[in-house]
């Protein structure tokens, strides 16, 4: 009942910027939590940063200060800016949505971070 649209992913140069988006439909309700997840080229899905339904936020040290997450409770969307790129935050990236004990992920969308 929860669908979750990534996009914004492509090729970027080291120290470029790039803007995803994750759009969120369905019954969503008004108490919950939207992250990004980055999973590396054979390594572990892994958490990049959350962000509460009140605006609480919480980064993954690796890209604290590069990185910034928002997002718009009306249109129920989460954005990650990410500033600085380096060549390890290339991979797919997951948008999710955690709400009433239930977690949902969307596709995810590919960055590739090279010169």
């Known amino acids: 009942q929860v669908h979750l649209v990534e996009s914004g992913g492509g090729l970027v140069q080291p120290g470029g910027s790039l803007r995803l988006s994750c759009a969120a439909s369905?019954?969503?309700?008004?108490?919950?939590?939207m992250g990004w997840y980055h999973q590396a080229p054979g390594k572990q899905r892994e958490l990049v940063a959350t962000?509460?339904?009140?605006?609480?936020?919480n980064y993954a040290d690796s890209v604290k200060g590069r990185f910034t997450i928002s997002r718009d409770n009306a249109k129920n969307t989460v954005y990650l800016q990410r500033n600085s790129l380096k060549p390890e935050d290339t991979g797919v990236y997951y948008c999710?949505?955690?709400?009433?004990?239930?977690?949902?992920w969307g596709q995810g969308t590919q960055v590739t971070v090279s010169s």
């Open positions: 999710n949505l955690m709400q009433l004990g239930f977690v949902y």
């Open positions: 962000i509460s339904s009140t605006g609480s936020t």
């Open positions: 369905g019954s969503i309700v008004s108490i919950n939590i």
